[in-house]
């Protein structure tokens, strides 16, 4: 008989009680220096029953933010503040691995250290791509951030580009430091490790452009120091394969997601994160992809983009995936696997307080039999 949603997977040598995992989920409410707060411990805690948790992106050095109240993980500070997120999330019975973020081009001056351009694999801007600052300074409680145009990017010179692979190591230690389960790699979404895989954002002649090999490299140097950090089996990395989300594009992208697992494979990650189109008449990711995917890496994969149980179970059943992300469920429905199980009806999410904000629409929503 084959597993179903709440059935018990291992993961890296972790146990987790069912396969709803609780993706990424920026929500903009660090504190000043961009450290996480104890709302933020209160948040993950409320949705500890979850198989796995999978924190916000988290920008692994200034240069990496592109977002105002985004938290990072380079300052002590901000590693002490995680560690009150993953003592919360234990104490609850959870566990929880940090998604590590640069996002390359998509970001504004005003967010830059020195008001800088910010940087990217080559200096191509992404018309109409937005993304959120915080232009009189108010800080998250005010929720006043203001989305705007991302600001032009200059290209990475060969050498910054070690600096960004030694960043992500940085990171990763200070994610272990911090009490985390794990990382996952941000290589979605059109962010920094996207804009190297894809050939549409990445026109450089050094080793890291050009041949798909070339184009690779990034991730494969990003993977292979973080996973010497954090161990092989306490690392995952998350791709957008077929979207052209936030400006990425590329020729052939089955062949170049293909060869990227297969790196992938080699190194040893625990699980592939693939986050799949999540607006509504997107077209479904073709399942010859799907068990592509499975015949050349070997390790877990999750799957993410406008679940429900019922196709959660179908993926799982199907062998496609391992776990199922539900994200916007989530925010909802801090018991959401509760709810999943049982069939009760879900509430319904405020995308006005999706980012930025304090705890309405966050730490607010109730949980069954809790007056929701
Ligand atoms: C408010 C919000 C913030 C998100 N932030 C991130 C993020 O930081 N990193 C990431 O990889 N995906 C992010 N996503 C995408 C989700 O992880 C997920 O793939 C998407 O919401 C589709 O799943 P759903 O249809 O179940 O919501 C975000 C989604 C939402 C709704």
Redesign the pocket.
């Known amino acids: 008989m084959s597993a179903g949603l709440f059935d018990p997977f291992t993961l890296g040598g972790l146990q987790l009680p069912n396969r709803v995992v609780m993706?990424?989920?920026?929500?903009a409410r660090a504190a000043a220096g961009e450290v996480p707060t104890r709302t933020m411990a209160d948040y993950y805690a409320q949705r500890a029953s979850a198989g796995l948790i999978?924190?916000?992106?988290i920008q692994v050095s200034p240069q990496g933010q592109g977002y105002a109240w985004?938290p990072g993980l380079h300052t002590p500070a901000q590693v002490a503040g995680w560690r009150g997120v993953t003592e919360a999330v234990h104490a609850a019975g959870g566990r929880i691995f940090a998604?590590l973020?640069h996002v390359g081009r998509l970001s504004h001056v005003t967010l830059q250290p020195s008001g800088a351009a910010p940087v990217a694999p080559s200096a191509l801007v992404a018309d109409g791509v937005q993304v959120f600052i915080d232009p009189h300074g108010l800080g998250a409680d005010a929720a006043a951030g203001q989305k705007v145009q991302h600001s032009a990017p200059r290209a990475l010179a060969t050498g910054e580009v070690e600096e960004i692979v030694a960043a992500f190591a940085r990171a990763a230690g200070n994610a272990m430091a911090a009490g985390f389960d794990g990382v996952?790699l941000?290589a979605?979404?059109g962010y920094l490790i996207h804009q190297f895989i894809d050939g549409g954002t990445n026109l450089r002649s050094d080793r890291y452009g050009g041949s798909l090999a070339n184009r690779l490299r990034f991730l494969d140097e990003v993977a292979r120091a973080v996973a010497a950090v954090a161990g092989p089996a306490r690392t995952g990395v998350?791709f957008?394969p077929l979207t052209t989300q936030q400006g990425t594009s590329d020729a052939t992208p089955q062949a170049t997601y293909l060869a990227a697992a297969r790196m992938l494979d080699r190194i040893g990650v625990a699980y592939l994160?693939i986050?799949?189109a999540?607006w509504d008449d997107a077209p479904p990711m073709p399942a010859a992809f799907k068990e592509a995917l499975r015949m050349v890496y070997g390790g877990a994969m999750i799957y993410?983009?406008?679940?429900d149980r019922a196709r959660a179970e179908d993926a799982i059943g199907r062998g496609w995936a391992d776990l199922v992300?539900?994200?916007?469920?989530?925010?909802a429905n801090p018991d959401l696997p509760l709810r999943l199980r049982s069939g009760v009806a879900l509430n319904g999410g405020d995308?006005s307080s999706?980012?930025g904000g304090g705890a309405r629409g966050y730490t607010d929503y109730p949980p069954q039999g809790g007056g929701g």
């Open positions: 993706p990424p989920m920026t929500r999978v924190t916000e992106g985004t998604q973020w996952e941000h979605a979404n998350r957008s994160h986050a799949e999540d993410a983009g406008h679940y992300g539900f994200g916007r469920p989530f925010i995308p999706y980012f």
